[in-house]
């Protein structure tokens, strides 16, 4: 799908809820699949990922239904079916690797594949861990699709090199169904979904620092209230913070600290950015964000902040062709490893539109502020956040933009453009 997009000569004006959390809802499913009894999880993703994550449970013999268009009740035994087939993940890095950790101490044997942007992305990460604990799985390559033997895991103390939620939840997942104690160290703190959503579903499990601890767990069913997703929020914050005369507040988001890093890079910037009705909700901070049209100020975007911002990273790219000065953004190489080369892929487009865009080993250096120009195509890369990233850069480009494959954002965020379309006067 071809999208033709025009500079927006009026602000954004308005206020708008955000679908909900797309790393939430994974887990819900996951954990309410585990849990023996009925769950409830309200306001579930309607994104192509959550959805791979919910058919695949089903495969595994839990039941779920839609109570109605955004609550999904998940009734389980508590204790998992062997597949008739292989287990498809779609497109979703979080489904396959969060999934092996599960699947690693089942007794039945299980295969997981995924589509073609999936099986090029790593699972060395997760298998070598796995292993170490016991677990049988085969790989071409520590590429999917994965095979895996279900086994006896013992719990293991794992020190992990890479900061990143997906291999400490795998990590944390299969600990689950482990004997002894299972202890994940990573060198800065990654989201923590898994580990707020175990706890409140009654896992024996305790965070000191960089440290997580579990032992092996029986889940109990709860009332899952998924708030929106700070990933898809940020679209909107850039959008706002770089087209003039805008001011919008955007409902019900989640602020999880491991997850605000997009927010202290406005505030660096100097952007006009205010949290309002701030509460907990299912375990998670939530609350309203005021965010208006900013004369923005360059920054360095390095080190601990980065697992707090990962996936924001393409957007803030374009953020940073509007701030006066050279933005740098460092210590960001796994974006290497996403659905596309994301280093690689923002530099060639946002380049293509006008932006001043140096690529390095680890990130990236941008140089504002740019008039960005627009009037040819780009890609996508079969990428849902270079889509969106690149929407939001049209929104001031000079001439129509033409940003092919755009029908990747039904990945994660299907109401995307709907929503946008709300807050245009």
């Keep these: 799908m071809q999208k033709i997009v025009e500079k927006l000569q009026n602000g954004l004006k308005g206020c708008v809820e955000i679908p909900s959390d797309k790393s939430i809802s994974h887990r819900a499913v996951m954990l309410s699949s585990l849990a023996k009894g009925k769950s409830l999880i309200r306001n579930f993703s309607n994104g192509e990922d959550p959805i791979s994550t919910l058919k695949l449970f089903e495969q595994l013999g839990v039941k779920a239904k839609y109570i109605d268009e955004k609550t999904l009740e998940i009734v389980s035994e508590g204790k998992l079916s062997a597949p008739l087939k292989a287990l498809d993940c779609g497109n979703s890095g979080t489904t396959m690797r969060l999934v092996s950790g599960i699947l690693a101490g089942q007794k039945f044997n299980s295969t997981l594949i995924g589509d073609e942007s999936l099986s090029k992305r790593p699972m060395k990460r997760i298998i070598e861990p796995l292993k170490l604990m016991g677990a049988d799985i085969k790989s071409t390559d520590f590429h999917a699709p994965l095979e895996i033997k279900g086994a006896h895991l013992n719990g293991i103390d794992y020190v992990s090199k890479l900061s990143s939620a997906q291999v400490k939840s795998c990590i944390l997942l ?138 924001e990273l393409p957007v803030i790219a374009v953020l940073a062709t509007q701030a006066q000065g050279v933005t740098t953004i460092k210590d960001a190489e796994d974006l290497r490893n996403k659905e596309s080369d994301r280093i690689k892929s923002v530099v060639t487009e946002l380049k293509k ?14 140089t504002g502020k740019k008039q960005l120009k627009g009037g040819c195509e780009v890609e996508t890369y079969h990428d849902h956040r270079l889509a969106m990233s690149l929407y939001v850069a049209s929104l001031i480009c000079e001439r129509p933009l033409i940003i092919n494959d755009f029908n990747w954002v039904n990945i994660s965020f299907p109401e995307f453009e709907k929503l946008f379309n709300t807050l245009i006067n």
Excluded: W
């Design 174 to 311: 299969a600990g689950l169904f482990a004997d002894g104690i299972t202890k994940f160290t990573e060198p800065f703190i990654s989201r923590n979904h898994t580990e707020i959503m175990l706890k409140y579903m009654g896992a024996d499990i305790i965070t000191e620092g960089k440290t997580v601890s579990i032992k092996k767990s029986a889940l109990l069913p709860q009332e899952i209230n998924i708030c929106g997703d700070i990933s898809s929020v940020a679209y909107f914050i850039v959008a706002a913070l770089i087209v003039p005369n805008s001011e919008i507040i955007l409902k019900n988001v989640g602020l999880n600290p491991t997850r605000t890093g997009i927010l202290d890079v406005v505030k660096a910037m100097e952007g006009n950015i205010e949290i309002l009705d701030k509460k907990n909700i299912s375990g998670e901070d939530v609350g309203d964000i005021k965010v208006s049209y900013s004369e923005l100020k360059s920054c360095i975007i390095q080190g601990e902040l980065i697992p707090r911002l990962i996936d």
């Design 353 to 366: 539109i006008g932006a001043e865009i140096e690529e390095t080993p680890d990130g990236f250096k941008i």
